[in-house]
């Protein structure tokens, strides 16, 4: 048995090598360059209805030297702003910086912001004051429950994925269309809040920043989404009978410097339609208490104890067959 030392050495080693693609999988040490012509930044130059501009807004938008705000703390208001220049690029980062605020007490106060990456602009409609049957992605800062389940505590956050062939469920508060999502306290906060939306090589993911401390929570990310490119990036808000200020500070677009296979690198991205391959339809997700499902590829934990598993299985195998063959060997010296 005095081998076995050498081969767990042998065992950790390979566990070490192994573990190496994960870490470098785990440091995302990605360069980010900032697009102006998808950014919207102090002092919000190129912002208006003209043919140069480079943002549109729209309804009850207002525009000032310091924010952007897309509704007022009135009723029945509905506001957006939209990217005048289409997004070409395969990766990106969004970063949103924003603030929802009003007089209204806890509860009673709506309806929220909702962040879009559509293939169409400007189409007014009933979803915090976007077309409902949208093609692209959209995630919405949701801050009032209209539905009376109480699993969730608002605002909530959440994103959906169409190709124009479902509705968003304003009554539902998206419940049946969601791939994922947390509650965050965005509201009536001293500091500016944050939300970070980054796609890249299918993978969405949703970073809040709400807390004032400088530092990304994870709120959703889940793999298998394809997007097209050629769509626009916008937001929109909408009050009911409830309201709030809901104003956009800043919108920050990074490309992210990815490399693709040269098959990826050929097809035609602005072909491809909207879609989230999950494992079941997002309708299923009713059936899960915390409203989350994921279907993300794995991990690098789960690769770690995969890994961690499969050498404790090959160890066991080699203890029991060292033991094994140590008996027969004793037994069959015995015979001679
Ligand atoms: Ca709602």
């Known amino acids: 048995m005095r081998n076995f030392g050498a081969f767990l050495g042998t065992a950790l080693v390979f566990l070490t090598l192994g573990l190496c693609p994960v870490c470098s999988d785990l440091t995302d040490g990605n360069a980010e360059y900032l697009k102006r012509e998808h950014s919207l930044m102090k002092p919000y130059q190129g912002v208006g209805n003209s043919l140069s501009s480079q943002w549109d807004f729209w309804g009850s938008t207002l525009v000032t030297g310091s924010y952007v705000r897309l509704t007022p703390d009135e009723r029945s208001k509905q506001g957006s702003i939209w990217n005048t220049v289409p997004c070409h690029l395969k990766d990106w980062e969004m970063h949103l910086q924003f603030k929802v605020h009003g007089s209204g007490k806890k509860n009673l106060h709506g309806d929220g912001i909702a962040f879009w990456y559509t293939k169409d602009k400007l189409h007014a409609g009933p979803v915090f ?20 389940a109480t699993d969730r505590s608002f605002p909530y956050i959440s994103a959906m994925v169409n190709n124009g062939s479902v509705s968003y469920d304003h009554g539902k508060d998206g419940r049946l269309s969601e791939l994922g999502g947390c509650s965050a306290e965005i509201r009536n906060r001293e500091h500016d809040t944050y939300l970070a939306i980054r796609y890249s090589k299918e993978r969405l993911t949703v970073m809040v920043d709400v807390d004032d401390k400088n530092e990304w ?22 009050t009911g009978d409830l309201s709030d200020n809901h104003d956009i500070i800043s919108m920050k677009l990074y490309q992210l410097m990815v490399e693709h296979t040269p098959e990826e690198e050929n097809l035609d991205w602005t072909k491809i339609e909207p879609s989230v391959s999950l494992l079941k339809s997002p309708k299923d997700n009713i059936d899960d208490p915390t409203g989350n499902f994921r279907s993300t590829p794995l991990t690098g934990w789960k ?28 037994r069959n010296k015995r015979f001679y």
Do not use: M, W
């Open 303 to 330: 690769v770690f104890l995969l890994l961690l598993c499969a050498l404790l299985g090959i160890v066991v195998c080699a203890v029991v067959g060292a033991v094994v063959f140590q008996k027969r060997q004793e």
């Open 217 to 238: 929570k994870e709120c959703i990310d889940i793999g298998g989404v394809r997007l097209p490119t050629g769509y626009f990036f916008g937001a929109s808000a909408a």
């Open 129 to 148: 004051s976007n077309y409902a049957r949208f093609h692209g992605l959209a995630v919405f800062i949701d801050t009032y429950s209209n539905d009376d």
